[in-house]
């Protein structure tokens, strides 16, 4: 075995021991979480760069000695530092490693070339950090390795006095020094393959935001503080957190787990760290902080809330250990309280929807019930003085009618209510029209609920603008048939028939005035069913009906 071999596998067993300690260094959670991030706080930058100049150091310490000069790996340690965090790593612990090369040895025969390529080799590794693709950093890291000490040979050579020294030196220390450069291969290989875990990581922090969010999703189509707090408890269980809460900008909107007894839903926010988060925008970790109300608490998760890129509340993570709040954990929230945020959204959506069109059918139920109380006032009055007895009988009718109106709302009510409140209806018309209207009803057994006022107004529209349109009798048939998935309810007459320009109209929302009890129920069937009203023209008279799917009953 020549000595040159020797050296290199001496230089290896250095760079072995620089390989064992980064090994056990990203097993070390926190470590490991700096070695993940994208960016780094100046605190981390600057343990990091503190890691690796001693490293460098330590290379230089560990040198074998070689008639003045160090078989080292110190030219190893600051490429990979360089090429693992970026420049001012490389730089700084090339300068450092660099300037202790010349310190200890001063006007030896290699310290200053050793100081000259110290310091190229931070620059170049901070370099390839920047410029290279991140799955080639190790092979351009064991080409820069090499270019570094083929330089400091040079350097060496050029500087040497005699320089038949020099060229001994370097015939002596070239190869080792050269081919243990493949050790930054080695290395960056080693700590990129724990950078390689982020993808998993993030797919799985994915996977489990998805899977609370699915969780979740039942109790954000109506936001209240029973359904937030339900929310909140998924959250704190799928996570293994102690407690998790959910402001808006003001107040507490639930709180559930350990400490839960110092918060009253609704209570205004006290927290000044939530109040910073809210303020700018931006979450807040901390992993060993005392709070005044539950001081078992000690790491702490604040994660904002945005609709339209404002701050709407947030979302709070506790646990009681120290430390807890881990890269992953963070970055699982934040996904969740996208999530969330979006989520929230849209149920807010929805119930400002779902309040419009609560608001659009009382309006058009408004609208109803003066337009037929107008009619029975008309054939009470006319009854009164020629039929005393009928008179009070259709008072009687029309009480019913005003006392089901009143009675009702938007809900569903049973088909037997409304068709009571429809012959109430007829028999007002029928003393009004007499021998003219005939009433048939066709009503299959179902157990069947329907909007209020539905079917009133359209058996309405085909007296009024069918049979009383045409001289002579007329009938209008009211018919509720189960089709087997379907429940149709349909009104047909024989009366003069609606015309097509009406039905446009209808379909196009222009219809005209003396229309406006079809049009309302079109857009109430609409609201609530999803389409409006069929319309088919007969030979003679006009069929209308609307169909209900079962299961949405």
Same mark, same amino acid.
């Given at each position: ?20 300690c980064l090994f056990f260094m990203i097993r070390i959670p926190r ?137 001994? /030196?370097? #015939?002596? @220390?070239?190869?080792?020094?050269? +081919?243990? =450069? !493949?050790? %930054?291969?080695? $290395? ?42 339900? /929310?909140? #408890?998924? @959250?704190?269980?799928?996570?293994? +957190?102690? =407690? !998790?809460? %959910?402001?808006? $900008? ?46 078992? @608490? ?190 149709r309810v349909s009104v047909k007459d024989t009366g003069a028939g ?56």
């Open positions: 075995m020549n000595t040159s071999l020797e050296m290199l596998i001496h230089l290896f067993e250095r760079a072995a021991l620089l390989l064992i470590f490991k979480e700096s070695l993940q991030k994208d960016r780094h706080s100046m605190t981390e930058r600057l343990v990091i760069t503190l890691m690796f100049c001693l490293f460098a150091i330590f290379g230089t310490y560990s040198g074998i000695n070689v008639e003045g000069s160090l078989v080292n790996i110190r030219i190893i340690a600051v490429v990979s530092g360089g090429i693992l965090f970026g420049p001012w790593v490389g730089i700084i612990s090339g300068v450092v490693s660099g300037v202790h090369r010349y310190l200890i040895d001063i006007g030896g025969i290699t310290s200053v070339p050793c100081l000259i390529t110290s310091i190229i080799a931070g620059i170049v590794s901070g370099y390839i950090n920047r410029k290279v693709k991140r799955s080639l950093r190790w092979i351009y890291g064991i080409a820069a390795g090499m270019f570094c000490e083929i330089l400091t040979m040079l350097l060496i050579l050029a500087m040497a006095e005699p320089f038949s020294l020099g060229l001994d /030196i370097v #015939s002596k @220390i070239a190869f080792p020094m050269i +081919a243990g =450069a !493949v050790n %930054i291969g080695l $290395i960056v290989l080693l700590v990129m393959s724990v950078e390689g875990e982020k993808e998993t990581i993030a797919a799985r922090q994915a996977k489990l935001s998805l899977d609370i969010a699915n969780k979740t999703l039942p109790y954000f189509r109506s936001i209240n503080s029973d359904s937030l707090r339900k /929310i909140c #408890s998924i @959250i704190k269980d799928d996570i293994k +957190a102690d =407690a !998790v809460a %959910i402001t808006d $900008i003001h107040n507490v909107l639930a709180y559930v787990g350990f400490g839960e007894e110092h918060y009253r839903i609704g209570q205004e926010i006290i927290s000044d760290l939530t109040k910073e988060a809210i303020r700018n925008g931006k979450f807040i970790i901390r992993n060993q902080i005392a709070d005044h109300h539950t001081p078992q @608490i000690h790491s702490l998760l604040i994660v904002p809330f945005e609709e339209h890129g404002e701050v709407t509340g947030t979302l709070k993570i506790y646990y009681r250990k120290a430390y807890k709040m881990t890269y992953s954990l963070q970055t699982m929230a934040i996904g969740l309280s996208q999530i969330i945020s979006t989520l929230m959204e849209v149920s807010r959506i929805e119930q400002i929807k779902e309040a419009a069109n609560k608001a659009e059918l009382k309006a058009l139920q408004t609208k109803i019930n003066p337009h037929f109380l107008f009619n029975a006032l008309n054939a009470i009055a006319s009854t009164t003085r020629r039929n005393p007895d009928k008179a009070r009988e259709l008072i009687i009718n029309l009480s019913g009618y005003m006392r089901y109106n009143l009675e009702v709302s938007d809900e569903l009510i049973d088909i037997h209510k409304e068709l009571n409140q429809v012959h109430d209806y007829v028999e007002i018309e029928k003393a009004r029209f007499g021998s003219r209207l005939t009433i048939v009803y066709d009503i299959d057994e179902v157990d069947l609920k329907i909007p209020s006022l539905l079917i009133q107004p359209l058996v309405e529209n085909a007296i009024i603008h069918g049979i009383l349109k045409r001289k002579g009798p007329g009938i209008v048939s009211i018919s509720i048939k189960d089709l087997g998935k379907k429940i609606i015309s097509e320009e009406v039905i446009d109209q209808l379909k196009h929302d222009t219809v005209p005035a003396n229309k406006i009890g079809l049009y309302n129920v079109h857009q109430r069937v609409k609201l609530i069913f999803g389409h409006g009203l069929v319309i088919r023209r007969l030979s003679p008279g006009t069929e209308v009906f609307f169909e209900m799917v079962k299961e949405k009953l």
